[in-house]
Structure formats: C-alpha cells, structure tokens
C-alpha cells in the first residue's frame, strides 16, 4: 500500500531540514500524535550519530531506523522496526525536499506499508485511517516549521 502526500511550507528548504533531519529524534517536539521521542544505536549511515529513533505514539511504542539521510539533497528514509499495527507487517517512509521559490520548500511524503494477514483485505480502511494521520503529522510539521511553535493539538494532547 502507498500513500503520497505533498505540501509547500512557506520557510527556505535549510530551515525546515534543520527540523526533518537535523532533529529527526525530536519528532515529539512537534507531532501531537507523539509524546516521547529518543535516539540510539550505532550510526550506520553518514552525517547522523544515531541509527534508531524510539517513539511512544498514542497508539503505543514504536522503533524506526534510518535507512537514508542525505542533507544535501534533503532526503531521509526509514523504516519500522515495532509499533506498526498488527495487519502491517513494515512501513517504509521518505521525506524529501526542493526549493520553492525564493523562500518555500515544497515537501513530499512517500509512505509504502507491507500488509500482512487481513491487512490485504482491510487495505483501503487501513489506507483511509494512515492518510489521515499522515495529513495531520503533515499539518503538526508545518505549523511547527513556519509558527516555531507546536499546534494547538499538539498542546492539547500534551
């Protein structure tokens, strides 16, 4: 199952990946549905000294390892090690920004999950529900990036 989702953030591309990837283990700094965030393990890929982020999320803990991080052209990728539901067997993840404009970076969200189980029958329900957590993690990141603050909803949840 894949899910794309785009959006412009009205910041210069260096700005917003100072947050995606230079901060990538401060996820909870800004995503409402994530409370706490560390990183650790060997650092396997370079310009990062980590290897793994741990999560707790409302839905419970999770583990997500970098597979590719590339500050120069503004690219990470990761991959779930726990914490995906149990009709996804893995989830696979990439960010990637461009320049827009003058002073916007226009950010695309590549999201791929490997159904297992009933998650090949339950696959548009599944595809429905992540779409929209994807479009509020989106909507939580951008506030963050272009208010320097946290959304409301990220407040509240606090």
Request: aromatic share 6%; hydrophobic share 35%; net charge neutral.
């Amino acid at each position: 199952m894949k899910i794309v989702k785009e959006l412009s953030i009205e910041k210069p591309v260096e700005e917003v990946w100072e947050v995606l990837g230079n901060q990538f283990g401060e996820i909870d700094k800004w995503a409402s549905i994530i409370s706490e965030s560390n990183v650790s393990g060997e650092p396997k890929l370079p310009g990062v000294n980590y290897s793994i982020r741990s999560t707790t999320a409302t839905t419970g803990k999770g583990q997500q390892e970098l597979t590719g991080f590339d500050a120069e052209n503004h690219i990470l990728s990761y991959k779930s090690l726990s914490g995906t539901p149990p009709i996804v067997k893995q989830v696979h993840a990439k960010w990637s920004l461009k320049e827009n404009g003058n002073n916007g970076t226009h950010l695309v969200l590549d999201f791929q999950a490997e159904m297992k189980g009933l998650g090949h029958i339950l696959a548009p329900i599944a595809k429905m529900k992540l779409g929209k957590i994807g479009d509020e993690l989106l909507d939580d990141f951008k506030y963050y990036v272009e208010k320097g603050k946290p959304h409301a909803r990220k407040l509240a949840a606090k």
